[in-house]
């Protein structure tokens, strides 16, 4: 079969595709025929080997995959060949074919293509754990959401209007504005814009936003804690540094800073996430918006555009 292969760490040079040998699910796995994958931001820094999990080489990359099941294990009675699944797979998405554990892969509601199927679990995981389980969001609620136009900014949108919030969202460019409209933002801001932070305090009446979901920590964080309304919380979704603070800005708030990695969620909190998410991709709720599709081959340039600025939906390859 055909996959992305990592041979060093480097830039996106380093992905390369080659052919290896089909995988073999264990008793506890299913093959899965891979439709689509996700690309993340976070598959970047591990192929330039900056993340905190460095994968032994050669690897290939990516963890979201959408498709069909292949083959099933002596032991998985869940899933059979034939089911259309989205999973968060033990070997790289990247490739015609990869392995879940068969608690890894759920079924993909008919009204979901498998390109949409690539951007649910990394995008809307994160955003439900952010807004349920990390900041336990209460309808009624105002959200900022920076970055509103990315994978896991359309999720957050979308999921955070399901529950009652309003969605305030930021994109850097008239496209990614629009996109975060169509999310579920009520009033949407470019972060390139001088003066968008006063425009941001603004549209809450001057109280500050209960809930600010922060894709680039090392760069807005600082200006965060300002936005804050009393007793409002900051999630930190994503990060590429370091970062100044000024305490008395949450102490004056009681205000606080949340993060997490979505690695580290428990058993119980995936099932939770997944029949959160299950229902909403059932009831139209959530419909993950696809940005650009680059075939297999194409890797490297997904990696260049993820990465880039203007995020408009979900990228994902096509093996």
């Known amino acids: 079969m055909q996959a992305i292969a990592v041979q ?11 052919e290896v040998e089909k995988p073999v699910p264990g008793p506890e796995d299913v093959l899965i025929a891979v439709k689509a994958a996700g690309v993340n931001p976070y598959d970047t820094y591990m192929r330039s080997g900056t993340y905190a999990i460095k994968p ?25 060949p034939g ?10 998405a990247y490739a015609q074919f990869a392995l879940a554990h068969q608690d890894q892969a759920h079924a993909l509601p008919d009204n979901i293509t498998f390109a949409q199927g690539a951007g649910i679990w990394v995008p809307y995981g994160t955003a439900y754990h952010a807004l349920v389980q990390a900041a336990r969001v209460r309808a009624g609620e105002t959200v ?13 949108a979308q999921l955070a209007r399901s529950l009652g919030l309003t969605v305030v969202g930021t994109a850097g460019s008239p496209a990614g504005l629009e996109l975060a409209r169509r999310a579920g933002a009520a009033q949407v801001f470019d972060h390139s814009t001088p003066g968008h932070l006063d425009q941001l305090l603004a549209a809450t009446g001057g109280r500050g936003f209960d809930l600010i979901l922060e894709m680039l920590a090392n760069v807005n ?12 919380r900051v999630v930190v979704i994503g990060s590429r540094g370091e970062v100044t603070l000024n305490p008395r800005d949450l102490m004056s708030r009681r205000a606080s800073v949340l993060a997490f ?13 997944h029949a ?19 075939p297999l081959a194409a890797a490297a ?12 939906g979900k990228i994902v390859l096509i093996p």
């Open 56 to 80: 032994e080489l050669p690897y290939t990359p990516g963890s979201d995959a959408a498709g069909i099941v292949e083959k099933v294990g002596a032991n998985v009675t869940r899933l059979k």
């Open 276 to 294: 959160g998410l299950n229902a909403g991709l059932r009831d139209g709720t959530l419909q993950p918006l696809v940005g650009r599709e680059f």
């Open 144 to 156: 900022l959401i920076h970055g509103a136009s990315g994978g896991v900014g359309t999720a957050a």
């Open 8 to 18: 060093e760490f480097g830039g996106p040079e380093v992905l390369h595709l080659v």
């Open 261 to 273: 990695t979505l690695w580290a969620t428990t058993p119980e909190e995936k099932r939770e996430i």
């Open 221 to 232: 964080l600082g200006h965060d804690l300002k936005l804050l309304a009393p007793r409002g």
């Open 83 to 92: 089911d259309r699944v989205y999973a968060e797979v033990r070997t790289g």
């Open 301 to 312: 340039d997904a990696h260049r555009q993820v990465m880039a600025p203007g995020a408009q």
